[in-house]
């Protein structure tokens, strides 16, 4: 596989984008809208100029990862060769599903169709299209060009061929693949998503606030991140619809979205895209500031 196409350029897509290009892989980038565009690439650019202040490429490195990437809004003349698409847009199931039926009729027959989903079925996704046994999941963590694992998610029809193609050119961008089947939040946010609900259940019964419960999860459970601002930082609206994925793929009311995350991604406090969520940003995000709402350590029940 040489030619890639990313269906979406923010910060996944611009991530995933950027990683392939930095392999010597020739890259499409796609987006419907061409300031987004613009804006991921300034975004690669800056986190290229990053890895060079770190000594860890060259400028040379940096120049060719550039010229590797092609901006279009046009995704018809970006996928029509493509060897490999990567889907990256919202984690909306019908956006995706539109989608992949275009990537069907565009496409040639060889090419893998591969979604950056968090928590759709791949199994559903790929019965929009007649290629079944070409689409896969191929969910990378955020941020793309640091994190080392790739969850390689199989839908019912995958073939072995098409997962053992996947897994061998993860492995080619220096990542650590690892096979999952395809049940929902598969294996990362099914694990992973709860934990921050439950978080925020702890944060909204007025048990703990929010420095408490992150220092709680990074001192005591050595986690990098607390799971308050790691949500910031995947993006309150995002964990949202993982939790709604899980509680409607499950049936199980363990997965019932907290009120309070709820009502956050109702009024717009989304995280760190938004400037504001459980903490704010607006400061430009250089230290955490609790975000006023939070400054209160009582219960957040209505009463």
Do not use: W
Not at 75 to 96: G, P, R, T
Not at 183 to 200: D, H, R, S
């Amino acid at each position: 596989m040489k030619n890639i196409t990313v269906i979406g350029s923010g910060t996944m897509g611009n991530g995933i984008a950027h990683t392939f290009a930095q392999f010597g892989y020739a890259v499409s980038l796609i987006d419907i809208n061409e300031a987004a565009l613009q804006k991921a690439i300034a975004t690669i650019t800056k986190n290229l100029d990053r890895q060079v202040a770190k000594g860890s490429i060259t400028e040379a490195d940096k120049a060719a990862t550039l010229g590797n990437i092609k901006t279009s809004t046009d995704l018809k003349s970006a996928a029509q060769n493509a060897d490999l698409v990567v889907e990256a847009a919202s984690e909306n199931v019908d956006i995706k599903l539109k989608i992949f039926k275009q990537l069907d009729e565009i496409c040639p027959e060889k090419t893998i169709l591969a979604s950056n989903t968090s928590s759709i079925s791949i199994t559903q996704i790929a019965a929009v299209t007649k290629r079944a046994d070409k689409v896969i999941g191929m969910h990378f963590m955020n941020p793309v060009p640091v994190m080392k694992l790739v969850e390689v998610i199989r839908g019912y029809n995958t073939s072995d061929e098409v997962c053992r193609l996947i897994m061998e050119t993860s492995k080619k961008l220096n990542k650590i693949p690892v096979e999952v089947n395809d049940y929902p939040g598969f294996v990362a946010n099914k694990i992973l998503m709860p934990m921050i609900n439950e978080a925020i259940i702890t944060l909204y019964e007025g048990e703990a606030g929010v420095e408490e419960i992150d220092t709680v999860m990074k001192l005591g459970m050595a986690h990098p991140m607390g799971p308050l601002q790691l949500a910031d930082f995947i993006g309150l609206d995002v964990c949202l619809n993982i939790m709604r994925v899980l509680q409607s793929g499950f049936g199980n009311p363990k997965y019932a979205p907290c009120p309070l995350l709820v009502n956050m991604v109702t009024a717009g406090h989304l995280g760190v895209k938004s400037g504001k969520g459980f903490y704010d940003y607006s400061g430009g995000g250089k230290e955490l500031v609790l975000a006023e709402r939070f400054k209160k350590k009582d219960s957040l029940i209505p009463a």
